[in-house]
Every structure is written in C-alpha cells, then in structure tokens.
C-alpha cells in the first residue's frame, strides 16, 4: 500500500487533517485503533473558538455545527455565590460556540463517508519505521492481516497513549499533574443558565455546560483518585446545588445519563516534529480542561499542518514543515499558561502543606477573581484568549 500521507488516529486532529489534504487533492490513509461505534461514543470537549468555527466553515464542515452549535457571547465566573458575566463581545468582538467534540467527530466521519476517504477502523500494532529517511512507512495488522503503508509523511495524531511520540527519539517532556480531577455528568435537563458558569467554592470548582438546549453538562472538582462508585446521583446534585448556588437562581435537576471522574494534567512535548514524523493534537499536548482547550489546540495545530504539507507536497516548499513545530509551540505554550491560570484560579488547592496555607491560597483565589470583576483590562485578556488565539 502507498499513499502520501499516513494519518495515524482518527480523533478530531487525524480527522480533520484528512480533510484539509482532500480538498488539496493530497492523498491520505487514516489508521484507528479503536472502532468507528467507540469513536463516536466518547464524550468530551465541548467548547469551539471562533478560529475554530472559522476554519470549520472554511472547509465547508459547518452544516451541523450551523445547526446545532450554540453561540455564546461570554461565560459567568462566580466565587461563593457572586455572579459575574464577562462579556467577550463587548470586550474583544468576539464568541464561542457550545457543540460537542461527539457531534464535530460525527460530523467529520459522515462527510468522510461521503467522499470515500480510506479509514481503516480497529487496526492493531501500528509501529513507525524509516522516520529519518526519504522512505518512511507505517506496519499494522488489519483483522489479522500484516500490512505496511509506504509514505512521504507520516503524522501522528494519536493522542496521549498513541505510538507515535514515542517514536521520537531524545523526546522531552515539560509535565504538570493536579491533585484533582473533574467529575462530569452529562443530564436529562435543560440547562439553567445562558453562558456557561465556572464556580469557586470552598468545597471545590463546579461548572455548568451544556451540549444543547435539552441536555446539560455540569463538572465537579474531585480528589483525583477518587471513585466514580462513591458518589450517587443525589450526592452529585447536592454538590452542584452547593458550589453552583447562587441567590434567585435555580439549578434544575434531571436524569443522569453519563458520569466519569478524569484526571487532570498539563503535558507539552519539546518537539512536534522528527524527520517525516509530525505530530498533532493531543500527540504533542495536553491541557487542563478550565480553559476549554484541548479540542482547539488539535484544530489549530492541524491547521497549521495541513498549510505546510499542501505547501510541501504541491509546491516542494519545505518551508512550512521545517517550521511546524516551532510554530505549534509557541501558540501551545500560550494556551498552556491560560489553561494553568484559569485551573489554578478556580479550583481548591488542598495540596497547600498545612490550614493556613491553604487558606492564604483561597482568600488570594477571592481576591483574584475579584479584581477581575472589577478590572476591564483583566476581563478583556481573559475574553481574549478564551475565545481564542490567532491560528
Ligand atoms: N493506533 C491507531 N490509532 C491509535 C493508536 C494506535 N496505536 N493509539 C491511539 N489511537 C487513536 C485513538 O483511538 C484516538 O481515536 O488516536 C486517536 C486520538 O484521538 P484523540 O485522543 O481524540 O486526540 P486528538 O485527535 O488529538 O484530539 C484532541 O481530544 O482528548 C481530547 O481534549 C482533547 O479535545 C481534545 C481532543
Ligand atoms: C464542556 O462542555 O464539556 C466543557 C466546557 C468548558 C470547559 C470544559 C468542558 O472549560
């Protein structure tokens, strides 16, 4: 088998650069390990930058995410009880749009459905060879049989777990593990609010999402090895009833139908790139999800990608791909420090070595936020970089 460029992983990131090299006439090979019924069952984020939508419309991938996203114009920020909107059209001009990482992977499937793109689903032992040379291929097992993808590139959008990082020989990684992790429930409830809520509450972070006018998404800061089995659903409510609670307001309650506990980490490569080896999305990093930005981080990175390989491919311009790497980590680090921000911001840090540091950290938490209330400037950085970097 021979094709241009191998994909490997067909998340948001290898789906989406499958995309940008069709309508360049650019031929590619998706390889998945997992099942296209598992692929379209995970649940994740849920938040798209305008550059994102940008890039999505651009592409004429906007059909459903027209249909079904939901503008927002800003997010509410509470500490115990006091409410405060940050309004990111009057602040920067811009918005974000609520529709879920299932629905834009679904999406993308169908539309790669429709124009015949080879994906292959459940391949096993994908292993990467001849990465520094002009003859770089890709071997797996396919339903038992061995095969071997011949290709010019190989890019490796395999997320966290995936072998292509590994493949990077000398690789560092820069790490950060919380304490912490979100418990997230997906519910059978119209959402309480308009925007969305980020909560700081003595007990721990709370926010209120939503996936659409029907279903809610609301998250807990949990202990990170927490379990799953110890908390019911009415011990769920009662928490978000608790840290979310705010006077003349209502959080409604509805059938849970989704529950899981994620850990928490910040993870940056020092490199995205190694011989005809790119790497993309959560490949390459990870991010707390307080800032919303894992999903848009696999968007620009591809983005990014995709103009290089079409610049490398049609034109024998490398400039791009020599630079991929560079340029996708420094718009990274810049998502890397928000997203550490608005983690450390909101959530209870009961690592503090004893009471007294843990309450200087909180009452400095409170004060935080509380200048952001009162401050433009602060309002308008945190507008800008929640609805998004330049790509
Ligand atoms: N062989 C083939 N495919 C693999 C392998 C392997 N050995 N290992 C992993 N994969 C696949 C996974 O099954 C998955 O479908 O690679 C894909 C990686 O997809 P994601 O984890 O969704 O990563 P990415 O496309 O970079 O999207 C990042 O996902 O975790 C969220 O918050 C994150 O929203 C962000 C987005
Ligand atoms: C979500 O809807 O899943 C979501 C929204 C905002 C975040 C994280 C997750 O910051």
């Not at 930058?49 to 249909?67: K, P």
């Not at 608790?242 to 307001?249: K, Q, V």
Request: hydrophobic content about 40%; glycine content about 12%; charged content about 25%.
């Amino acid at each position: 088998m021979r094709t241009k460029v191998a994909i490997i992983g067909a998340g948001p990131a290898g789906l989406l650069l499958g995309h940008i090299l069709q309508r360049a006439g650019i031929g590619f090979t998706i390889l998945e390990r997992t099942s296209r019924e598992h692929l379209l069952g995970r649940i994740r984020a849920g938040v798209l930058e305008q550059g994102s939508v940008d890039v999505l419309g651009e592409l004429g991938l906007d059909a459903d995410l027209r249909e079904r996203g939901l503008t927002h114009h800003g997010i509410h920020l509470q500490h115990e009880g006091q409410r405060h909107h940050v309004d990111f059209v009057d602040l920067v001009g811009r918005t974000v749009t609520i529709y879920g990482q299932q629905a834009l992977v679904r999406h993308l499937l169908a539309e790669h459905d429709r124009i015949g793109s080879d994906i292959r689903f459940e391949v096993a032992d994908v292993e990467l060879h001849g990465l520094d040379g002009s003859s770089p291929h890709v071997s797996f097992t396919d339903g038992g049989t061995a095969g071997v993808l011949d290709c010019d590139v190989v890019v490796g959008a395999d997320g966290y777990h995936g072998p292509s990082r590994p493949a990077v020989p000398g690789l560092r990684a820069f790490e950060r593990e919380y304490p912490f992790g979100w418990l997230g429930i997906l519910a059978d409830v119209p959402p309480s609010t308009d925007d969305l809520i980020y909560a700081l509450h003595p007990d721990g972070f709370a926010m209120h999402s939503m996936r659409s006018l029907e279903v809610s998404r609301l998250y807990l800061q949990v202990d990170r090895d927490e379990s799953i089995d110890d908390w019911s659903d009415a011990r769920i409510w009662d928490a978000l009833q608790t840290r979310l609670g705010s006077d003349g307001w209502t959080l409604h309650e509805g059938a849970i139908t989704e529950k899981s506990i994620t850990p928490m980490r910040s993870f940056v490569v020092s490199t995205m790139s190694h011989g005809r080896l790119f790497l993309a999305g959560d490949a390459g990093h990870i991010v707390p999800p307080t800032g919303a930005k894992g999903l848009n981080s696999a968007i620009a990175d591809v983005t990014l990608l995709g103009r290089a390989l079409v610049r490398s491919i049609r034109d024998g311009d490398e400039a791009g791909l020599d630079g991929y790497s560079d340029a996708a980590l420094a718009r990274q680090w810049k998502v890397q420090q928000f997203s550490q921000w608005m983690t450390d911001m909101l959530h209870v840090h009961r690592e503090a070595p004893d009471a007294s540091a843990r309450d200087f950290r909180y009452r400095s938490q409170v004060g935080q936020l509380e200048y952001l209330f009162g401050s433009r400037h602060a309002q308008e950085s945190l507008a800008e970089q929640y609805a998004g970097l330049p790509f």
